[in-house]
T-cell receptor, first 112, second 113 residues
Framework: RKEVEQDPGPFNVPEGATVAFNCTYSNSASQSFFWYRQDCRKEPKLLMSVYSSGNEDGRFTAQLNRASQYISLLIRDSKLSDSATYLCVVNTYGGATNKLIFGTGTLLAVQP | NAGVTQTPKFQVLKTGQSMTLQCAQDMNHNSMYWYRQDPGMGLRLIYYSASEGTTDKGEVPNGYNVSRLNKREFSLRLESAAPSQTSVYFC????????????FGPGTRLTVL
């Protein structure tokens, strides 16, 4: 079983739609959680951290359910510029550095 | 402030050739990382360096060596390239903490024939 699992998609949605991505992780001792965004042929960039209480950044809302080991990302009012691969990332923190475990990503294509 | 830079951007090697991928960061970060990204596999950690003078193996270290030259620079060496090492290689840096962020370089696309 992969440590971080995501639906690879693709999710094809029209502009203005609401879309949700889910992710599960296997290590119950994981300490912190992130969503990264990766545009085609570019490097991953942090989209947002995910906190236990849930957090929102504009059109983006992230949720964490530690009991179910489940993370979600909701995008409201999708824009063409949201088209990218969204990576679910889990930090198995230990010692002097942090090791990020990446999911394989979910591809989002927003259609005009 | 350039962030994380990598050279080269593209490289084609023949099986058995060697090469070094260079990475530098100007954010005064303590930790640096090398990942490879393959279709359907996600990013996988090759080696990391928690601080200047230390390096440790990640998930897929075989066939690679690293050098943490100083706080800014972390290089990845392929001694005898194999077709299985065809991939996109990303360098990243961070300063550890529970809520820190890893910042990635633009990547090196390597093809081994």
């Amino acid at each position: 079983r992969k440590e971080v699992e995501q639906d690879p998609g693709p999710f094809n949605v029209p502009e203005g739609a609401t879309v949700a991505f889910n992710c599960t992780y296997s290590n119950s001792a994981s300490q912190s959680f992130f969503w990264y965004r990766q545009d085609c042929r570019k490097e991953p960039k942090l989209l947002m951290s995910v906190y236990s209480s849930g957090n929102e950044d504009g059109r983006f809302t992230a949720q964490l359910n530690r009991a179910s080991q489940y993370i979600s990302l909701l995008i409201r009012d999708s824009k063409l510029s949201d088209s990218a691969t969204y990576l679910c990332v889990v930090n198995t923190y230990g010692g002097a550095t942090n090791k990020l475990i990446f999911g394989t990503g979910t591809l989002l294509a927003v259609q005009p | 402030n350039a962030g994380v830079t990598q050279t080269p951007k593209f490289q084609v090697l023949k099986t058995g050739q060697s090469m070094t991928l260079q990475c530098a960061q100007d954010m005064n970060h303590n930790s640096m990382y090398w990942y490879r990204q393959d279709p359907g596999m996600g990013l996988r950690l090759i080696y990391y360096s928690a601080s200047e003078g230390t390096t440790d193996k990640g998930e897929v270290p075989n066939g690679y060596n690293v050098s943490r030259l100083n706080k800014r620079e972390f290089s990845l060496r392929l001694e005898s390239a194999a077709p299985s090492q065809t991939s996109v290689y990303f360098c990243a840096s961070s300063t550890p903490g529970l809520s820190d962020t890893q910042y990635f370089g633009p990547g090196t696309r390597l093809t081994v024939l």
